[in-house]
């Protein structure tokens, strides 16, 4: 490898003036030099890149230099960006917000804060689809689970769900599917959050689902209604914050067979009896109030629970504890066979990126505060509910619900004229209500209120009454408690060991160490996954996000108090398309996926605005991600598979075909471009415009964007709406497998059709209806895909995509006399990633794709994509990040990994017990005695099958897993106490 | 171990009212909560913990427990510290300081500012005495030390130093000793910054040094001056900016037998010929300007680097490279025979902790930046120092120095009548220039400055000229370089691979991350080390540091900007004299060393003060840390040592024979309290009578004051002076290596003496002049300790001590019947910290302490303090902040290696080859060939020999480390890229 001279010789680009900034992004961004890139050029016979790309890219879709540069997005420095964030910042006003419905002001445990949602090792790793190298955030996820199960009481829940609006959509979804799909009608009880409730009106249009909204105490007498619904949505607490009994709905439910779904809050169930003993059969809400900040609606945690009978048909991500090879535990993604992935159209639901960083946040603030510090807290909050309305009745104001945990709806009408008085005085105090009408006012109570601030709140009320102002020693604390006895929790929660020993901050921090150490994240090596992107994540565009004036905004805030994240995130769409070459943009999908939802809704509603309501017919390649087949399904579309030809492009003949036997009803065509295959195919603008001949739309995934970056755009190529993958080609981190944002871009005719919000209106005019708790999404971190493309600006944006092509290419370059390189274009190039093809080596000696990953491991590498999109190959990406000296280590552990197959193939290693089959080796495979070690290579050539390996490697701590086991014997939680008291 | 059902019945105490905060910090600082104290307690046949304390400390010292309590030091929580420091910060102002005179604004890169200085794997490690588990920070030490010999162009360099006034005064003292101690007039250019003067002037008295300050260039023609001299110190460039070529003065300074020292600066001498090519002998300076914040004065890391015939006369810690018994390169530290720790009165200097985590910071700096990085900041600097000089001409003003790199001395006669003019443009602007004189106006120029800054600054001369603002469009570069062409750098720098690497984030953060993956820190298990209070490093503690308010803020900056950082120093102050029963408290001192040095230089001020100059009688019992005695002779003492009894108190009979015996010219006594022995003496009073009878002070050395709080104190043993190691007892992290902060607090008749500084007078009337470059030393790490004192309160600190205690005597009490516990008191009791006795295993079996501390690296702790106080010892100390489970944890591993012990002496394992002298076993061992292996014993009894290590182990990263070799064969540095490509 040529890589260490080369580098040595590293040039940096001479600063422009005297003038310019030198701590430019793009210098940092990028892995390879210009020399190196020099380099690669003239491996692969270029004199330069743009002959390069020439090669790479079809000419009819480039789009003209200028589109994607300095002029149209100007490139700020890592300083000029810290400086233009932090006048965003200021431009926020941090007024302290008792809005509540579902969202509340968080405290995070600062060790929490720095040592996850602050660092890479939990931040940079992908989701742990490749176990033996994810144990940490593995067992911090059951922790998750267990915590969800514990706390509602139910027995099984799921790794994170996106929000919990969409969440309640999963459960009512899964009581349609439970009903055999045959009862459309869901209920609604009127306490339900109402973006829950907007995000469930957009979500039961595609499925065809009824829904009834009234008061699930009363509006379900009626038999024949009852045995029409599916299943029941109820709030609990409610919106307003009373707490109901539904004992006995569940009964009259259940009787009908239909199922009772309920949304709660985590710190409301430490006092009162969780839905699992009452009779709730699917549990969903949102984990942030557990430390996640609320960062103007999101990214948070949303938590899933159901009962046992519908686990196999539960959506989203679930861990469970197997077995690896040696025996030893082992925990990895359990029944995926659930999944879109798998299951495609006929997945549970869509998800597929979810929100493990914040997930575990909220399972790490539960292991740090245990069960005793949570009751603690939620009883704080509670007394301080009591006290505050107990204060503000002695003014004259009336508390409607007099059973709360920790919100009130006070009636506002025996002091003041209209609720306008209570929050003109409370704008005055800096603190923002809940609007509800002209009079009632909504007060929600957390963890972070002070006395002080209860002072605050009830000078609030009481200066609007006219009343003296009262101070601490004027207020009594309440004994009694505002819940009713028969709905007060009895039972434990959180008796396992885990939730009971890291208390101390020693003790946590060690925990989250000890956790990580096992994890490979990018700030150990490539993580070359391909259609993954994953690049580098710079501390840069992070640090922003945990500055108060951003992290602790409530969605619902006023707008004049956001005018800095307004101004960010016009910013950043308009941005997108300039990028994507549309004309609109909508932040609000939280995930890929959900953008590809959201993107087909639109397309539907375009069509009906038209009249033309009934198209209803989306093709979709075979090589298409599962995720685009699962949303289709999701938008009410029926799927038709479009062939690939043997060269790996579309069948154009076949897409002709189909387009025009579903001519009179077909909505859409959904394909990724570059193509899953990793090459650009000639043909797009061809394909797309067969179906526009058609009547229908062409939907792009773009989650193959980083190759299109100032080169193409999903304009030029013919597309009607794409959705983007943020945290792909927009360098939001993964996190372990989530958060993600997923904003779709329209061209204009589509632009009216944009998602609107029952609370803060967005969208166009004819906008479809919510499809995310929040109005824009995960909004704070969209301040990272913001100050991605301010730093590179035009000019950097593509010149990542561009050496994004370039590095693919070289590794293909490389790997190609090695392995097979499936696809490449007539010019013998690839795209931003390749396709290599491991069939060979099964027929010659039995060895599959997982063989040579679970290899890869030993050399420290997270192995590419698997099996997907076909299943004999390994899809590699390496990004535009990884430097070529990297891409160098990792091609020659490929090429080893080539030669230690040849020797299984000609014998010289046995086929049941060689290095592949064997891998990974973890180190307590390398303590084995000898007897035990029983292999017909040393230890050494296990793990140092390269020099560079005895200075640097990172180890998996367990060896392969038992995936079959694992879903035979599904645990899903920790041990409690108790059972590990009875093992010793 | 009953550790495990203990803490799962844990519970946390009750909050008092309604109203308290939750987040108490006492609760998360203190491992054991209050039933695992009461366990421990019972265990040591306690009912109560203020029983266990009566018999612990002497009755005759106890404190009345009001003295340190929330009455005396109200407590906050973590949310309410986290407001008060924001209220602080928000306090000072941050204007923009062209101060210049030895601190520049500092430009961090953010990858390395969240990943090292933010980041607990960094700063939580020791000093790395255990080389096995410290590769990491020692390879980026000798990053540090490579980059300081390349840059200053000298033959070796040490890990840092202090700050550069105490660089200086390590390099006169060698000066002095290289004549033999015979020549005592040293020669200061008048160039040479004020702080270093005063340093100087300080030092110069306790080795009886005549300081000639002028113009070295023309000072020096006088022979008879010159053969008096035994070194001349120059600046360069100088105060004023002004660079001069030295090279003459070299060689007449080296004809008389001199050594030429020059105190420099980094940046520039990437362009200016560097101090080893014009024949320094010496050259010292501050290395904060790469990348590491001003901080209102520190900590910063001083380099020292000198020529190769000096090097076994430099002070301070030298990593070294040698090779492990597998051969294998590995670092340590280098001739420790030079140290304190070793050479006692007689060692180069007093010099313990140093500035390891800000030299670690500077070489990531150098390591991010390379050569080419560096160049262009220092040309970028210097061409706009050059735009300012010439843009100002334009109104009239004149530089006096025509040669600069990026200061300018600027004549203001000319357009305005005095400099005042100038201050108050600059204020209005909110900058800060140097303030000279009436006529002279200083600036200096730093990486941070972007174009606006330099508009700002020529438009602050301008409108004190009455001119009119002119913009950017207004300005020429300049061409030529204001570099004489002589005193150009023509010698390439830094040409090693390792700075010609890591030049992308991605590759940064994986270099940084590969480095700590190597060393043990408080992040991963219990740091035991005797005497060094091994404690919690709060997240909450550490946060405010890196905020801009405290971060950026010049030493010098003028009083009323730095409001806040006053009232913290001042209340910190306050705090430690509430804590230590004394008057007053210098934070000057930036180490407990120089805390020593500092306290004996008062007590020697205070005796000239009442005419009694002569004393100079220092005793020092013979356990005294090596510290003691090097900074006694460094304030120019004589050390007298004092026996110890057998059951380790103080002989008093011996020091009352002493004292009589010293009586006319007893200076003073050292005394650590509790003694190094890890016991609460019952004597102390007496003894400090016995000194006070006989005219001396009492210097207590308060490194144990983790032992003391709130329980006894300093004043009440009968101390007259003590320093506090801020980094031990008050939660500064040790950061592997230093920063430290080393305060003394002394008694109303000492206040007077406390020291002073020439440019912000701080101390007493009858200050002694400066012992540090910055007024209050290491300003913004005080801090953390701010913050710790803070929220712990009184009655958290007085806890903290009592648990520090409780921990000890459990650890001891189940020890004891496994190892001879060497000292107790007559209760049975220990302090905080315990020794026990290895020397039955060298008669038995020739196991050494260091087979007991190298085996219990394959544990996964770090060892204890190794043969110190007593060689054949180890001594442990476990601080408040260890849980009962992690005690647990290390005592079994200490009975578990007793075990093993036992089968070496019973001749079941052979003397010289078993588990004790093959440790530690790091994974390449593991994956040794079963004929390479070749041991009596398993590799999984080697890696595992208790069953939590398969969960959770650390591995030490190479084998037991060849010390004498490397001291043999002495290699200092990284190879360059040549020297790699050679070896290729
Ligand atoms: C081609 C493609 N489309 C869609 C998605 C779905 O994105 P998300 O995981 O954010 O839902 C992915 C995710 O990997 C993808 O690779
Ligand atoms: C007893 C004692 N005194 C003094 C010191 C010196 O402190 P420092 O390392 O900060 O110079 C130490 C440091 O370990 C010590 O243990
Ligand atoms: O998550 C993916 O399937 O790439």
Redesign the interface.
Known sequence: SPG??V??????K??A???A???TFA?????P?DTEASYMLKKLGYESMEAFVADTVPPKIRVAPESVSNATIPSLT??ELHRRARELAETNKLHKSYIGMGYHNA?V???I???IL?S??WYTPYTPYQPEIAQGRLESLVNYQTMIMSMTSMDIANASLLDEATAAAEAMVLSFVSSGQKKRTFFVDQGVLPQTLAVLQTRAKGFGIHLVIGDALTGLKDDALRSEICGVLVQYPDLNGSIKDYAELADSVHSSGALLIAATDLLALTMLKPPGEWGADVVVGNSARFGVPAGYGGPHGAFFACTDKLKRKMPGRLIGRSKDVQGKPAYRLALQTREQHIRREKATSNICTSQALLANMAAMYAVYH?P??LK??AQ?VH??TQ?LGFSIARFGYKTTNPEFFDTLTIDVTGPVPSSEAVHAAALKAGVNLRKIDDKHVGVTLD??V??QDIITLINVFGSAAGAKAVS?SDLT?VEALAIPASLQRTSKFLPH?VF??H????????YI??LQSKDLG????MIPLGSCTMK?N???S??PLTWPEFANVHPFAPKDQVKGYLEMIKELQDDLCKITGFAACSLQPNSGAAGEYTGLSVIRAYHESRGEGHRNICLIPVSAHGTNPASAAMAGLKVVAIKTLPDGSLDLVDLKEKAEKHKDNLAAFMITYPSTFGVFEAGVQDACQIIHDNGGQVYLDGANLNAQVGVTNPATCGGDVCHLNLHKTFAIPHGGGGPGVGPICVAEHLAPFLPTHPIVPVGGEKAINAVAAAQYGSASICLISWAYIKMLGGNGLSEASKVALLNANYMAHRLKDHYILRYKNVNGRVAHELLIDLAEFDKAAGLKVNDFAKRLQDYGFHPPTCSWPISTCMLIEPTE???L??IDRFCDAMIQIRKEAEDIITGKQPKDNNLLKNAPHP??V?????AEWNRPY???V???PTKWL?E?KF?PTVSRIDDAYGDLHLICDCPT?EE??SEH
């Open positions: 260490f001279l580098r040595s010789l590293a040039t940096q001479t600063p003036s005297l003038f900034s030198l701590d210098d940092r961004h990028v892995g030099d890592e300083s405290v445990p600062p060790v804060l720095r040592n602050e890479p090792a245990g005793v510090g603690r807290i704080k007394s301080l006290l963890e972070s002070s006395p601490i604390p060991q009971n020993t208390h101390s901050e020693t003790e946590m921090l060690r160490y000890h990018l700030v150990h090596s580098l710079s501390t840069s992070m640090i990040s990884e430097s000296e990297e180190i307590s390398m303590t084995l005695s000898d040393s230890r050494h296990a793990a140092y005895e640097k180890w106490v590990i008291a």
